[in-house]
């Protein structure tokens, strides 16, 4: 009997990528058809907005408990969240929530380690990009990391707000991603962390000029690892 994984999703999109995720490749694993159980809840976007926009983390690890409460209740032996910016609140949750957790960086991490990369390019949300949830765990795996330049970081930011969170996937702007993963690539990096559980919607292998780390499937993949082998 395969574990219940608890999803604790926030963007629409980006949950939406990491359900379908679990469900398809579970049948690698399980037969056809077949997936570990999966319970899924999310607070509106908007409140989490307000405490993110407010640099108020605290807010927004009380949103992640209350799903993390709701999930436990339901039946989830263990919890995934499939976004990035929200887990700076992690360690504001981590030790209080009802049932452990898998963390989306760590997952990374681990991939990039296991393919002998050495710098990272990350890309995500502004406050993704200038916080501490990814520069933690490449540390602990000897790995360096690189952001986009202000103006390029906050192009970004714009075009993950107000265009892939609500589900708009335009040429121009899988170009500009492509223009900047280019010139991190020039700055020395040898493969792009895609830190947005949306950005592998618009970056794919095939257009980005570095390897990718699709954040959004490795986290899905880990946890049907968890899943099915405990």
């Known amino acids: 009997m395969s574990q219940h994984i608890g999803i604790v999703a926030c963007s629409a999109e980006g949950a939406a990528l990491c ?127 690189r952001v986009p330049n202000p103006a390029q970081l906050e192009k970004v930011n714009q075009i993950i707000f107000d265009e892939l969170v609500n589900a708009q996937f335009l040429p121009e702007s899988q170009a500009y991603f492509t223009e900047v993963i280019r010139s991190l690539k020039n700055e020395g990096c040898d493969a792009v962390v895609l830190g947005c559980t949306e950005i592998p919607l618009i970056v794919t292998p095939d257009s980005s000029p570095l390897p990718t780390l699709d954040s959004t499937r490795l986290l899905a993949r880990a946890a049907l690892r968890k899943a099915v082998n405990g």
């Open 19 to 145: 359900y379908r995720t679990i469900c398809l490749e579970g049948a690698q694993l399980l037969g056809r058809h077949n997936h570990p159980p999966v319970s899924m809840h999310t607070n509106p976007l908007a409140e989490y907005m307000k405490f993110v926009d407010a640099n108020d983390w605290a807010g927004v690890a009380e949103l992640m408990m209350d799903s993390a409460e709701r999930l436990a209740r339901a039946g989830a032996d263990f919890l995934i969240c499939p976004d990035n910016t929200i887990h700076q609140a992690f360690d504001l949750v981590e030790h209080r929530a009802p049932r452990p957790w898998l963390h989306i960086a760590r997952e990374v991490a681990c991939e990039a380690k296991r393919n002998h990369f050495k710098r990272l390019a990350i890309l995500g949300t502004r406050p993704l990009m200038e916080g501490s949830v990814y520069p933690q765990p490449l540390q602990s795996a000897g790995i360096e990391h």
